[in-house]
């Protein structure tokens, strides 16, 4: 079998392209005098700060740091304004319109398909099995010579699990024209190794990972990527030249020189994860509550659409996933803080207390009669 080759997985016009160079990439001093930029030289109109300054395009400041948190170069590190636009600039980098495809595994998270549709890139979609984990056999035999990224999304976003490594790992092994990309969004709430550690034993590999859940810092917009240095400096090519603000990497610095309080955030979510789960396998109507590696639980209710309805009404907001692939009557109910867990649970018993008509008929609340319940919470 041919080995990885990043060349051949790039679209052709990627791989020749001459980038924007900007005035902060042409000279990348400190001290001077700076009137390459058309910034404004007085400063800024806002009170907290002067922001006249264009940021650094490659975010030194943040990759320095962060990379021996991950163990990794700091050029083995892109940032982007979300694991979004890094989604997005994969498909662009590697997929023809209209030719190559991505491949995913349904149930998942949303926007691989969305940025797919935009760039107007087939999807081929293998699903998760029942107990969302990887179909190997199936993936393995939907590869063509057009599937350019194949995404794992582990823990899998809406189930919680994480997936098999050893079926990653096949699929690493056996897709040498494809680049293969585990999505760890929540790998902070899970009990494993990132795949990050595998990065010098797979070059068609790339783990994303996000400051958008663990760390709390979700309006911020900052996605992290880890990849060989060859295929980052892709990435950087093809991305808008100042994508993370100042402001974002300033709060991000600000962010890493305090890991441990991430860890803290990260122990209570776990901590109410597990009280949530207890308290709701003691209601009559949930049916199923799928183990969790993340910081949401996937759970299956008689009804799921009425009690979705009837937590708006109470203006509790949970995601309603009934209508996806193998999560039939599933509501994504996100560890909240204690107070906030309480009150969904109290809606949740007082709509068993007063059933409104449209609910009827209610399970009968015999426990002997529910499915044996799992979770790893
Ligand atoms: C939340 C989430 C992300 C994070 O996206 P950002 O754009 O970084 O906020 C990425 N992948 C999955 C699977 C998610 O659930």
């Not at 549709?117 to 393995?140: C, E, S, W």
């Not at 994504?332 to 906030?340: L, Y």
Request: charged content about 20%; proline content about 7%; hydrophobic content about 40%.
């Amino acid at each position: 079998m041919q080995a990885f080759n990043l060349q051949s997985l790039l679209r052709p016009h990627i791989l020749s392209l001459k980038p924007y160079s900007s005035a902060r990439d042409e000279y990348t001093g400190k001290e001077g005098v700076f009137l390459d930029a058309n910034e404004n030289p007085l400063g800024s109109v806002t009170e907290s700060g002067n922001y006249n300054r264009y940021p650094d395009p490659y975010q030194w400041a943040i990759k320095q740091r962060l990379a021996p948190i991950k163990h990794v170069a700091p050029e083995q590190i892109f940032l982007g304004n979300g694991s979004d636009e890094a989604i997005d600039l994969l498909i662009r980098a590697t997929c023809r319109p209209g030719i190559d495809s991505i491949l995913i595994m349904p149930p998942t998270y949303g926007m691989y398909e969305v940025s797919a549709g935009v760039n107007d890139v087939a999807i081929t979609k293998v699903p998760l099995t029942p107990d969302f984990q990887v179909n190997t056999d199936a993936v393995l035999a939907n590869i063509t010579e057009t599937t350019k990224l194949i995404f794992f999304c582990s823990p899998n976003n809406p189930s919680g699990n994480l997936l098999s490594a050893e079926a990653i790992r096949t699929v690493l092994e056996a897709a040498q024209q494809s680049l293969v990309i585990v999505d760890e969004a929540y790998i902070d709430f899970a009990d494993t190794p990132s795949w990050t550690n595998e990065l010098a034993n797979y070059p068609n590999l790339l783990v994303m990972q996000t400051f958008s859940k663990a760390w709390g810092l979700a309006a911020l917009r900052l996605g992290m990527c880890f990849a060989s240095e060859e295929l980052i400096r892709v990435l950087n090519k093809i991305k808008p030249p100042y994508n993370i603000s100042a402001p974002t990497q300033e709060l991000a610095l600000e962010a890493l020189a305090h890991e441990a309080g991430k860890n803290e955030l990260v122990a209570k979510i776990l901590e109410q994860r597990a009280i949530l789960a207890e308290n709701l396998r003691s209601l009559p109507t949930v049916q199923v509550i799928h183990p969790s590696d993340a910081n949401f639980l996937l759970v299956q209710f008689d009804n799921a659409f009425a009690v979705f309805e009837h937590l708006i009404q109470e203006q509790v907001i949970v995601r309603d996933r009934s209508k996806v692939t193998l999560c039939e009557g599933c509501l994504r109910i996100s560890v909240g803080t204690q107070p906030e867990n309480e009150r969904l649970m109290e809606v949740l018993r007082n709509r068993l207390n007063a059933p409104i008509s449209t609910d009827l008929p209610l399970g009968t609340g015999e426990v002997a009669t529910k499915p044996e319940l799992v979770s790893n919470a």
